[in-house]
């Protein structure tokens, strides 16, 4: 489905990145691997090797525009194109009010890093018709308690697809946002959630969403595909929903 396309994925060494970066290689894609930490990109190169697709590995952190800039242009140079830009890279603190610090950099690497690295890569995209897919999340439209900063800057990323995709589909670029539910990653607890709260926290979402199940970095993965793909090729501005219910009004009786 995707041999000879070009995909760039931030924050591809772990999570949905990683699993996302095995789907594309898997359908033949090449895969830009960009993500801060070197060990997890060379092990992931590993894992793409034996593949159809192949991998080149990024080193950059997303809220470093310069680093952007570069990654960007050693993709383009070593494969001469772009087709799909999978904005995932995200970070949040959860458990306690973050500082002033931590507000800047979770609006950082979640909203500015979206807005940056989309406007380096709206030429390139525009040459090969291609697509942005971006990462928001599910608690936008179904709060959990004490998340209010991460909720915001994920609302901004919802507002800025809607931007972004009025404004560019006469450039011949579909942008789109997939929503998240709660996904068995390690994204919590690197976010400073201790291990038995984000369990706890897996248990309880399974009692909320429609489905009465937690879902994975795969699912999401083949969400993100779908609407990389030409089947999506009429759809731009939309949010999917990956999070099995979550955001209905879920009542059991």
Same mark, same amino acid.
Request: neutral net charge; proline residues 4%; charged residues 20%.
């Given at each position: 489905?995707?041999?000879? +396309? ?6 591809? /060494? #772990?999570?949905?990145?990683? *699993? ?12 830009g691997?960009?993500?801060? =930490? ?5 092990s ?8 159809? !697709? =192949? ?7 997303v ?7 570069l990654?960007? %242009? &050693?993709?383009? /140079? ?24 931590e ?8 909203? &500015?890093?979206? $807005?940056?690295? *989309? ?9 090969? /018709? ?11 439209? =179904? ?5 209010f900063? $991460?909720?915001a800057? +994920?609302?901004?990323? #919802?507002?800025?697809? &809607? !931007?972004?995709?009025? *404004?560019?589909? +006469? ?16 994204f ?7 291990? %038995?709260?984000?369990? &706890? ?8 969403? #429609? ?13 993100v595909?779908?609407?990389a793909?030409?089947q ?10 990956v ?8 009542? =059991?009786?």
């Amino acid at each position: 489905m995707f041999r000879n +396309k070009v995909v760039l994925i931030t924050g591809a /060494s #772990a999570g949905i990145g990683r *699993s996302t970066a095995l789907a594309f290689a898997h359908e033949g894609a090449t895969v830009g691997l960009l993500a801060r =930490r070197v060990e997890r990109i060379k092990s992931l190169v590993q894992q793409i090797e034996p593949l159809p !697709g =192949r991998a080149v590995p990024l080193q950059a952190d997303v809220s470093n525009n310069q680093e952007l800039k570069l990654a960007l %242009e &050693k993709l383009l /140079s070593t494969c001469g194109q772009l087709d799909v830009l999978v904005n995932n890279a995200g970070m949040g603190v959860f458990g306690r009010t973050p500082t002033d610090q931590e507000f800047n950099q979770i609006f950082d690497v979640n909203v &500015k890093a979206v $807005y940056k690295l *989309s406007l380096l890569a709206l030429p390139h995209l525009e040459k090969t /018709s291609g697509n942005i897919v971006n990462l928001g999340s599910a608690v936008v439209g =179904r709060p959990f308690a004490n998340e209010f900063v $991460y909720m915001a800057s +994920k609302g901004a990323v #919802a507002a800025l697809t &809607k !931007g972004m995709a009025a *404004s560019w589909g +006469k450039r011949g670029v579909r942008v789109n946002l997939i929503q998240p539910g709660v996904i068995e990653s390690d994204f919590n607890v690197t976010a400073g959630m201790p291990v %038995e709260v984000a369990n &706890k926290m897996h248990e309880l979402s399974e009692g909320l969403n #429609a489905l009465d199940t937690t879902g994975n970095p795969e699912d999401v993965a083949q969400a993100v595909l779908f609407l990389a793909s030409e089947q999506a090729r009429f759809i731009t501005g939309a949010t999917l929903n990956v999070d099995a219910g979550l955001t209905l009004a879920t009542i =059991r009786v």
